[in-house]
Nanobody
Framework: QVQLVESGGGLVQAGGSLRLSCAAY????????MNWYRQAPGKQRELVAG???????NYADSVKGRFTISRDEAKNTLYLQMNSLKPEDTAVYYC?????????????????WGKGTLVTVSS
């Protein structure tokens, strides 16, 4: 069984910074893609940023130049550095792992989600 655990959310003033982390636990052989999504109240979940196992990244237009996604493959940990935060960044941020390869107890490839961490940006 694979678990994704996010941390680092909280309350910050506009213009401030936060760093989110997502640790993947379990008998993981490799992970193809890791992503951050967010869902604001009354809105659909949206992709914020993603990173491949090779290090290729992509960002939503709304966060380009402000957010940086990175991963430590040895630790199966994903990060999101968020700078120049705006009130419209307020949301629950979810970690997503696509193409998680596990060998124990059986050879399997699956996707997983974390439970989310709340980021609140005050004006």
């Amino acid at each position: 069984q694979v678990q994704l655990v996010e941390s680092g959310g909280g309350l910050v003033q506009a213009g401030g910074s936060l760093r989110l982390s997502c640790a993947a636990y379990g008998s993981i052989f490799s992970i193809n893609f890791m992503n951050w999504y967010r869902q604001a109240p009354g809105k659909q979940r949206e992709l914020v940023a993603g990173i491949s196992s090779g290090g290729s990244t992509n960002y939503a237009d709304s966060v380009k130049g402000r957010f940086t996604i990175s991963r430590d493959e040895a630790k199966n940990t994903l990060y999101l550095q968020m700078n120049s935060l705006k009130p419209e960044d307020t949301a629950v941020y979810y970690c997503n792992a696509e193409g998680v390869h596990t060998l124990v107890p059986e050879r399997r490839v699956a996707d997983y989600w974390g439970k989310g961490t709340l980021v609140t940006v005050s004006s």
